[in-house]
T-cell receptor, first 111, second 114 residues
């Protein structure tokens, strides 16, 4: 079953702009992860943030986590056409690494 | 980084036949492997959790007799779709993990049942 919801469902921006997407979840978590998926391909791991962390950066990516609101956000700065993909948040809910995925946000970056 | 492979990449089969999909961790030993299915423009739905040497744990609503999972070693898990029907057509993705760290995903297998 899916853990949470993401918004927006789809986002279209121009190169150079920032893209922000949000993820909400329902139960307690060990960690929250963000993945990217290009059409018809496998998932690429972007960033993992643990439940005791509030913010994490990786290159042009910035992730925040607010466990009191059960929400997370992913910010992509200075977007590029190559960032066009679907982005999924996934919550780690047990010690085995089981993930529950959100519905995803489809991002289109136009040159 | 760790690499997970899937074989085949895509398969077309006739209704009523069985199809086996392999998932391998190439450069690490995975304590756990997961199987997901994904319909077009939708998210990943977890089907089952597979631990080496033990029976798979299926998510609610997933038929264990239809989707047979075998985890023969720390580097190989297989998913067999038995008596496939057109509604089983989907993108099947496996992932492998070493305890509570990031999961490494395979490239996926696209199954089309005619």
């Amino acid at each position: 079953s899916q853990q949470g919801e993401e918004d927006p469902q789809a986002l279209s921006i121009q190169e150079g702009e920032n893209a922000t997407m949000n993820c909400s979840y329902k139960t307690s978590i060990n960690n929250l992860q963000w993945y990217r998926q290009n059409s018809g391909r496998g998932l690429v791991h972007l960033i993992l943030i643990r439940s005791n962390e509030r913010e994490k950066h990786s290159g042009r990516l910035r992730v925040t986590l607010d466990t009191s609101k059960k929400s997370s956000s992913l910010l992509i700065t200075a977007s590029r056409a190559a960032d066009t993909a679907s982005y999924f948040c996934a919550t780690g809910v047990d010690s085995w690494g089981k993930l529950q995925f959100g519905a995803g946000t489809q991002v289109v970056v136009t040159p | 980084g760790a690499v997970v492979s899937q074989h085949p990449s895509w398969v077309i089969c006739k209704s009523g036949t069985s199809v086996k999909i392999e998932c391998r961790s190439l450069d690490f030993q995975a304590t756990t492997m997961f199987w997901y299915r994904q319909f077009p423009k939708q998210s990943l739905m977890l089907m089952a959790t597979s631990n080496e040497g033990s029976k798979a744990t299926y998510e609610q609503g997933v038929e264990k007799d239809k989707f047979l999972i075998n985890h023969a070693s720390l580097t190989l898990s297989t998913l067999t779709v038995t008596s496939a029907h057109p509604e089983d057509s989907s993108f099947y993705i496996c992932s492998a993990t070493v305890r509570d760290v990031e999961q490494y995903f395979g490239p996926g297998t696209r199954l089309t049942v005619t």
